[in-house]
C-alpha cells in the first residue's frame, strides 16, 4: 500500500518542503501528517479524505457535485443516515453505493445490509459534505405527508377541540419540521398559504419563491393554529392581522422567527421570517461593496453626525447593511439607541427600542425620547412620515449620527422624498450626508458557472458597457447542479448606488431639482448607478446579466 506521503506528492498536492514542514510538527506533537497538512492550510479536508480514498483502494466522491438517485436515498431513513454519517448515492454492478465518512464501520455495513436487502459497496465523502446531504437529500416531504394524513381539523371545530389538538405529537411534529427544513434550506420566508382545496407551503431561497409541499386542507387550522400559538397570537381572532415572534433551536443555534398573519378568503395566511442573527453580525465587507463605493461609504459613517439612508425596496438588505454599519460604528465609549419596528436582531452593547403602536410610543415619539438620552448615534428603522422625518434631520443637525432607511428606487429620489414629506428643502441638504441604494442579486453558483460568449445583440439589448467593434467579453450564466438544487444560483449579493451629498448635490436639494437632476450631477461627481455596479460584478463572473435585469430596472 503506498504511504499518504506519496500519494500527496505524486498528485502535486504538496512539495517537499510543505511535506518536511508537516512532518517535523507530526513528529514533535504526534498528530497525524494529513490533519496537519489540512490545518496548516495546504490540503483540503476533501483533498486529505480522497487520498485517504485513494491509500486504502476505494473510490472518493465529492457529494456536493454528485448526481445522487433518490430511490437509493430513500432505502435507509435519515437517522440511521447520520448516526453513521452514511448515504445511498445509487446502484453500481448490482450493489447499493454508500457513500462513508468511515469506510471501516462494520456496523454500519451490516445495518445497511440488514435494512435494504442490498449489498453495499463503500465510496468515501468528507463527513461534513456527507452530512450536509443527508440534511438536503433525506427530505422531510414523506415525513410531512405521513403527519398531514394523520391528523385533521375542521374549521368549524369548536375552540377547546382545537387547543386539544395543536399540543399533540403529530401537529408538533409538522410544524417543527417545516421550520427546520426551511432553515436547512437556506430559506428566509417560509409562506403558508391556505387554498380551496389545499394548504401550500413555499419557501423563499436567495429572493424567490419556491413550492416545497401541498396539503389537505383538512390540516390547516391546526397547523396555523399551533404556529399562532408558538408566536402567542390570539388564536381566537381570525378576522385581523396579527402579528408574533417565535425562538426555535436547531443544530444548537437559536433561531427567531418573524411571524405575520393575514386573513384571506380561504383562511389566515401565516408569513414567518427567519431572523439569522449571524447576518447581524456580518461586516460591511462582507456585503460585495466594490472598493469604491466602500471608500465613498465609509467616508460618511465615520463622520461624528449627519444622516446617512440607506434606500430600497422590502428584503433588498437594507437592514443587514445598517446592523453591519452599527457594529462598524460602535464603541465602548459612545451610546448607540434603535427604534425599530420590530426589532429583528439583538444586538449586544447596543440600546434597542421596540415600536408600540398601541401604546402610543410610534417611531416619533420614541425618537422624541431617544434625543433625550444623550444618544451619540441613533438607528430609526424607517423614516415613514413628516414627524419622524422632521426628527430625525433635526438630530442629525444637533450633533448626532443618524442612520435610517427609506423606501425609493434609486439614491437621487431620496432627497425628493423627504421633500415631498414635508422637510424644508434647506434642511434636507445640510442634514443628508449620504444615500445608500440597494438590491440583492443571486450569485452563481461556484461549482456549475459557466462560461460563454454573448452575441453583439444580447449585449446590446441588457445595455451591458460594451462598444460595438470591441472584442466580445466572456461572460457566466447559471448551468444548475446538485449543489445548488438546480437553479445554477447559491446565495446572493448586494448592488450598490453611493450618493454623497456634495456642495452641488445640496445646491439643487435647495432649488427643487429633480431626482433626475441630482442624480446627473452625482453621477457625474463618481456616483455608480446600481445597474453600472450589477454589470461590473456581471464581468467579475459572479452573478449573470438575467439576474442584474431581473432586479434592476
Excluded at 74 to 79: I, K
Excluded at 136 to 165: M, N, P, Q, W, Y
Excluded at 399 to 407: E, K, P, Q, R
Aim: with cysteine; net charge negative; glycine share 8%.
Amino acid at each position: 500500500m503506498k504511504q499518504l506521503a506519496e500519494i500527496l506528492l505524486d498528485g502535486g498536492l504538496v512539495d517537499e518542503a510543505q511535506l518536511a514542514a508537516a512532518y517535523d510538527v507530526h513528529q514533535r506533537e504526534g498528530r497525524s501528517l494529513g490533519r496537519v497538512l489540512v490545518e496548516h492550510g495546504v490540503l483540503s479536508e476533501a483533498q486529505l479524505v480522497a487520498a485517504l480514498a485513494h491509500q486504502i483502494g476505494l473510490p472518493f466522491v465529492d457529494l456536493t457535485d454528485y448526481n445522487v438517485d433518490g430511490s437509493a436515498v430513500a432505502l435507509v431513513p435519515a437517522a440511521v443516515c447520520r448516526r453513521h454519517a452514511v448515504l445511498p448515492i445509487g446502484y453500481e454492478d448490482g450493489k447499493l453505493l454508500l457513500a462513508m465518512a468511515d469506510p471501516g464501520n462494520v456496523f454500519a455495513l451490516d445495518d445497511v445490509r440488514s435494512m435494504t436487502g442490498w449489498e453495499p459497496r463503500p465510496v468515501v465523502a468528507t463527513r461534513d459534505d456527507l452530512l450536509a446531504a443527508v440534511d438536503r437529500l433525506c427530505r422531510a416531504e414523506a415525513d410531512l405527508d405521513d403527519l398531514g394524513s394523520s391528523f385533521a381539523v375542521e374549521e368549524e371545530d369548536d375552540l377547546g377541540r382545537l387547543k386539544e389538538v395543536v399540543e399533540e405529537a403529530p401537529i408538533v411534529k409538522y410544524v417543527n419540521l417545516l421550520i427546520t427544513q426551511a432553515i436547512q434550506d437556506r430559506a428566509s420566508d417560509i409562506h403558508i398559504e391556505p387554498g380551496e382545496h389545499e394548504l401550500r407551503v413555499r419557501y423563499r431561497i436567495d429572493g424567490v419563491l419556491h413550492d416545497v409541499m401541498r396539503s389537505p386542507r383538512s390540516i390547516q387550522s391546526g397547523v396555523i393554529s399551533r404556529l399562532k400559538i408558538m408566536a402567542d397570537i390570539d388564536i381566537s381572532e381570525r378576522r385581523i392581522p396579527q402579528d408574533g415572534r417565535l425562538s426555535v433551536s436547531t443544530g444548537g443555534q437559536k433561531i427567531d422567527l418573524r411571524v405575520a398573519t393575514l386573513p384571506t378568503v380561504w383562511g389566515e395566511k401565516v408569513v414567518m421570517r427567519i431572523l439569522d442573527n449571524s447576518t447581524a453580525r456580518l461586516a460591511l465587507s462582507d456585503l460585495g461593496f466594490t472598493d469604491e463605493n466602500f471608500t465613498r461609504y465609509s467616508a460618511s459613517f465615520t463622520k461624528p453626525y449627519g444622516m446617512i439612508l440607506v434606500t430600497g425596496p422590502t428584503g433588498s438588505g437594507k437592514s443587514t447593511t445598517l446592523y453591519a454599519t452599527l457594529n462598524l460604528v460602535a464603541r465602548p465609549e459612545i451610546n448607540v439607541i434603535t427604534v425599530e419596528d420590530p426589532v429583528e436582531y439583538r444586538l449586544p452593547g447596543i440600546n434597542q427600542v421596540q415600536v408600540n403602536t398601541k401604546a402610543g410610543l410610534t417611531f416619533a415619539a420614541a425618537l422624541r425620547s431617544i434625543l433625550r438620552s444623550d444618544p451619540d448615534v441613533v438607528l430609526v428603522g424607517e423614516i415613514r412620515d413628516h414627524e419622524t422625518a422632521q426628527i430625525a434631520v433635526e438630530a442629525a443637525l444637533t450633533g448626532h449620527l443618524v442612520l435610517s432607511t427609506l423606501h425609493t428606487n434609486d439614491a437621487p429620489s431620496a432627497i425628493t422624498r423627504l421633500t415631498e414629506m414635508g422637510i424644508e428643502p434647506f434642511l434636507v441638504g445640510s442634514a443628508l450626508d449620504c444615500v445608500l441604494a440597494q438590491r440583492l442579486a443571486r450569485r452563481l453558483c461556484a461549482k456549475c458557472k459557466e462560461p460563454y460568449e454573448p452575441t453583439p445583440e444580447e449585449l446590446l439589448a441588457a445595455r451591458y458597457p460594451w462598444i460595438p467593434g470591441q472584442e466580445v467579453p466572456t461572460l457566466h450564466r447559471a448551468a444548475g447542479c446538485p449543489a445548488c438544487a438546480r437553479t445554477g444560483y447559491k446565495g446572493r449579493l448586494a448592488l450598490h448606488e453611493v450618493m454623497a451629498v456634495t456642495e452641488d448635490v445640496e445646491r439643487l436639494a435647495v432649488q427643487r431639482a429633480s431626482s433626475t437632476d441630482i442624480g446627473s450631477v452625482a453621477g457625474r461627481e463618481g456616483m455608480r448607478r446600481l445597474r453600472e455596479d450589477g454589470m461590473a460584478k456581471v464581468r467579475d463572473g459572479v452573478t449573470s446579466i438575467e439576474e442584474i435585469l431581473r432586479v434592476v430596472a
